[in-house]
């Protein structure tokens, strides 16, 4: 009913049901977002100076991964699109490539995480990099390098550069209203409960925020913060400040993004078909009445 009102442009009846759809959503989950500030704080506690400056570990063979991370519906999807439309570079989607290895390296039947660094030793590490670079390679992309775009690898800045110094990694930002509202009126299959409540995305967004602000800290012009906006305002500007971060030499192929055939699994499958647009900046707006919770903790005027 959401969706019908809104093509109808009558956005009053459209938000109020948003609201009701979420609020029944959202009583289907046992979820609890103190919990995930409290496990992305534990995070940053534990993974400072010197996890990153123990000794260095072998070379891992395999596709060099880059890794595309960020809030859902933050253009995670579009920039790995970019990436993968160079001739050197494939996409591995939402592969999760680093909780899968910690995974097989755990003991239990879920992955205590910052928990079970502690039991890490150098072996570890490397077998950890080993497990990840097959992941990726399940991916079967052929290219020298691989794509995950795992929006969630924001827990794991400090691991990815504790097994790769130089890891590439792509952080994606997007106004926080514009990515908030896009989660509010998203149904996602499975995870990211916090986004049926506003004032749970409004404390998810600032947990995620400070332990970004925590890698920043940790490991200065290690991550290549790529602000949507500034992408659909100059799109070969920072397509080419994208590429040269990667090391990757320019390709016309990278403007054109949208006319690549590689199949997409995430809800932008649509979008990224399409050349870059304007539409969803501040699209939040005409349900300003129904958004005020997450309007004031974002403190927008």
Not at 51 to 59: G, I, R, T
Not at 90 to 99: F, H, K, L, Q
Request: proline residues 6%.
């Amino acid at each position: 009913l959401f969706r019908v009102f809104e093509r109808r442009k009558d956005f009053t009846i459209a938000g109020e049901y948003l609201v009701q759809a979420n609020s029944q959503r959202r009583q289907q989950h046992a979820y609890n977002v103190s919990d995930e500030e409290e496990t992305m704080a534990r995070i940053a506690e534990s993974i400072g100076p010197g996890f990153l400056e123990a000794a260095p570990l072998p070379s891992v063979p395999g596709p060099a991964p880059i890794f595309v991370l960020g809030l859902p519906r933050s253009g995670t999807t579009l920039i790995e699109q970019i990436l993968s439309s160079h001739s050197q570079v494939g996409g591995a989607g939402e592969c999760n490539s680093v909780y899968k290895g910690l995974e097989r390296l755990s003991a239990g039947p879920t992955v205590e995480f910052p928990a079970l660094l502690k039991k890490f030793r150098t072996r570890d590490y490397a077998r950890l990099g080993q497990m990840i670079i097959q992941v990726l390679q399940d991916a079967n992309t052929g290219k020298p390098f691989v794509v995950d775009k795992t929006t969630s690898n924001y827990l794991y800045v400090g691991l990815i550069k504790r097994l790769w110094p130089d890891a590439l990694i792509v952080h994606c930002q997007r106004d926080p209203m514009d990515c908030a509202w896009s989660n509010f009126r998203m149904q996602f299959k499975s995870a990211n409960e916090y986004s049926y409540d506003q004032q749970e995305i409004v404390r998810y967004f600032a947990a995620k925020e400070r332990l970004m602000d925590h890698w920043r800290t940790l490991c200065p012009e290690g991550v290549l913060d790529l602000s949507y906006e500034d992408m659909v305002d100059d799109q070969e500007g920072q397509t080419r400040r994208l590429l040269d971060y990667c090391g990757l030499a320019w390709e016309d192929a990278c403007l054109d993004f949208h006319e690549n055939t590689r199949s997409v699994l995430t809800a932008s499958s649509v979008q990224v078909r399409s050349p870059i647009y304007k539409t969803s900046l501040k699209a939040w707006e005409p349900y300003r009445d129904i958004l005020q919770p997450m309007i004031k903790g974002f403190a927008v005027p």
